[in-house]
């Protein structure tokens, strides 16, 4: 998995990318078929911004989230693309068609 961090008006420092990738590394245990992760940190006076797109094979993830702290911001956004990356896990697994069960005639 290939993670890019940028920042606009906020500059990525060493603990702040360690933090990403270790908030990052969650999704990856829920679903194994990440090929790349593109994170945009924003400061807009008191808010702070991050966005992140999550590619995975056949659709892109996006997912923002905005807070007073940049941490906790980094936090919820791990939060909702978790949530995101689970439910296209269960989607692709539904599509792909689970054994029917089985009726009992009576």
């Known amino acids: ?34 090929i790349d992760v593109n994170v945009i940190l924003t400061v807009d006076k008191l808010v702070h ?4 797109t999550v590619h995975v094979r056949g659709k892109d993830i996006f ?3 905005d807070d007073q702290n940049m941490y906790a911001a980094i936090d919820s956004l791990t939060d909702k693309l978790d949530r995101s990356v689970i ?5 692709q697994q539904d ?12």
């Open 1 to 34: 998995m290939n993670i890019h961090i940028t920042g606009h008006h906020v500059e990525v420092t060493a603990a702040i990318r360690d933090y990403v990738h270790s908030k990052l590394e969650r999704v990856t245990r829920h679903f194994d078929h990440v």
């Open 63 to 65: 997912a923002e989230s």
């Open 49 to 52: 911004q991050v966005e992140a």
């Open 87 to 91: 439910k296209h896990k269960e989607k």
């Open 95 to 106: 599509r792909r068609g689970a054994a029917p069960i089985p009726v009992d005639e009576e």
